[in-house]
């Protein structure tokens, strides 16, 4: 298998970690990374002295004949910097969630099919080997029928400003309900509240429904005194607790179950009959996840073949947020999966205003185009505003786009209809 050049983009909290697992297998070499923020290109280039090439804007990796690029960006530049890759022949591995929206995650899919490059989406959970065991344990009857899975991903932090919870936290818990169902779900009802920031909900429950008549809930917070990432899955004939804080046993099997039997002589009620047998925690091979997701990636790039958790996955994956973003802001609804299509996120901009007279510390709503705000707040003469991505289109194809000056501060001219801001890049209708 042939050594893959690698270029990784973005090298904030999680990139460094890609940076360290791809040098670490042989699979693959890091020969280039760009971040547009200096201080974290000089924080890996003192570690990583011999890469060959760091540049803040992402686009100079394109001359150096690179295999695949590794983007670790926030959310509302994949869809940029993705497709960019891909128009160049680059194969891609790319953070997750895929996309701000459905619509951005297909496009994405289908140019990575006309390129033919294979698109790998993080999502991390698919290669935790206590997730493919608890998967093997369903898929082979072990647990009798799956009746709920209820998961928990709470702790203090990280907080985001620039999205909420749901889009942090939940593409962990559903890649890995799709992972271990086999299924995505049939609907999702969400409800959520902004404990700290106005209008980004720190603290989320979502209930899903799966066609197969599971249920499932996952509850999200970023503000809860314990970290904890657990899911329980209740079968007929057997319960599992996957505990992925716990060093060692992360899946235990409890013997557990209940039947209900109505008297066959009596009109009664149900006679409940409990059966408590003992509690086995299988052994599994420590390995790290995020080593084994390289690993597949650089493998699938090498054979030619579609990864466990490709576009495709990815794509259903942003479905699924996407319902459950539209519940939350429809008040818990159920929306159906994969039907209308869903409310992108929102994403929050800082931009400094170039004309005071339209918006300044006033309060007035910048308006741009047809566009209005729907929130803001004014700070230090920079406006901070809520803006739904509904609004946010991608700069034109042919367009040339800017390069990035990391010394300058992110801009808007209202006089022009175009929006620069930290998480998404384009212009309003
Ligand atoms: N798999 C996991 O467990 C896991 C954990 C954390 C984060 N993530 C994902 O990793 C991605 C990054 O998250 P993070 O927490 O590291 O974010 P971050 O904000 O800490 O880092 C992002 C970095 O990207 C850089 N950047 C932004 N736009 C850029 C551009 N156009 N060109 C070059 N560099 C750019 C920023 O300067 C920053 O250094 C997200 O998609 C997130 O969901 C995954």
């Given amino acids: 298998m042939a050594c893959l050049k690698v270029g990784v983009v973005g090298c904030g909290y999680w990139g460094p970690n890609l940076v360290r697992a791809f040098t670490e297998i042989p699979q693959a070499s890091v020969h280039a990374v760009a971040d547009r923020d200096r201080s974290r290109i000089e924080h890996i280039q003192v570690r990583y002295p011999y890469i060959e090439h760091f540049a803040l804007d992402y686009r100079s990796l394109f001359n150096l004949s690179l295999d695949a690029v590794v983007v670790s960006t926030p959310l509302g530049t994949h869809f940029e910097i993705v497709r960019a ?8 591995f790319v953070e997750k969630p895929l996309a701000t929206n459905s619509e951005d995650a297909r496009l994405l899919v289908e140019l990575a099919q006309a390129k033919d490059c294979i698109l790998m989406v993080g999502h991390i959970s698919t290669y935790n080997p206590a997730v493919r065991e608890l998967k093997q344990m369903i898929d082979s009857g072990t647990l009798g029928e799956i009746r709920y899975i209820d998961a928990v991903r709470v702790g203090l932090g990280s907080f985001h400003s620039a999205l909420n919870v749901i889009w942090d936290l939940a593409p962990h818990d559903v890649s890995t309900l799709l992972h271990v169902l086999g299924e995505p779900p049939l609907s999702v009802s969400t409800r959520g509240i902004a404990c700290v920031q106005e209008s980004i909900e720190d603290v989320a429950y979502m209930t899903l429904m799966f066609p197969s008549g599971i249920l499932a809930h996952s509850r999200m917070s970023w503000l809860d005194p314990r970290k904890t990432r657990r899911v329980t899955v209740v079968g007929t004939k057997k319960m599992v607790v996957y505990d992925d804080v716990e060093s060692h046993e992360k899946l235990k099997i409890y013997d557990k179950r209940v039947s209900a039997v109505r008297p066959t002589d009596t009109f009664g009620e149900f006679q409940f009959a409990y059966h408590y047998g003992s509690v086995v925690s299988p052994y599994i091979e420590l390995e790290e996840p995020l080593r084994l997701e390289c690993l597949h990636f650089a493998e699938c790039v090498s054979e030619h073949e579609q990864p466990l958790t490709d576009g495709w996955n990815g794509l259903q994956v942003v479905q699924v ?23 992108a996120p929102t994403l929050r901009e800082v931009i400094t205003i170039h004309s005071p007279g339209i918006a300044g510390r006033d309060g007035a709503y910048p308006n741009v185009g047809s566009t209005t705000y729907p929130k803001k707040s004014v700070v230090d003469g920079a406006v901070l505003t809520t803006v739904s991505t509904d609004v946010l289109l991608r700069p034109n194809d042919g367009e040339p786009v800017e390069p990035l000056d990391v010394e300058r501060p992110r801009e808007i001219d209202l006089g022009s209809p175009s929006i620069n801001g930290d998480d998404a890049q384009g212009t309003v209708p």
């Fill in 85 to 92: 890759c891909l128009e160049r022949g680059l194969h891609v």
């Fill in 321 to 343: 947020i996407e319902a459950a973003q539209r519940s939350l802001r429809e008040g818990g609804i159920p929306v159906p999966v994969n039907g209308e299509r869903g409310a």
